[in-house]
């Protein structure tokens, strides 16, 4: 089986201390995470299997198209608590 490395983006490196941009980035998902009602479900399938992806740019639209269902489900789950109120 031939592996074949897409992209050359470099993790952040784990330090005792955080870096500044390790900090941003932290900020803008617990603020994305607080703009979806502190709901933590990504609507990423919790799938005991790996998922692979022939391209980042597909993994990321798979990414978005569930992290989209999931927003969707929270707004209608929220509109109909205002409805039965």
Do not use: Y
């Not at 803008?28 to 609507?43: F, I, P, R, Y």
């Not at 022939?54 to 990321?60: F, G």
């Amino acid at each position: 089986m031939n592996t074949r490395t897409v992209g050359k983006r470099m993790e952040p490196v784990v330090t005792a201390t955080p870096c500044g941009e390790n900090l941003r980035r932290a900020g803008v998902v617990m603020k994305t995470l607080a703009a979806l009602g502190g709901a933590m479900d990504s609507g990423i399938p919790k799938q005991a299997k790996i998922m692979r992806f022939k391209t980042h740019e597909q993994m990321n639209r798979f990414d978005e198209e569930c992290l989209a269902r999931a927003m969707a489900a929270r707004a209608v789950a929220r509109r109909e608590e205002v409805a039965n109120d």
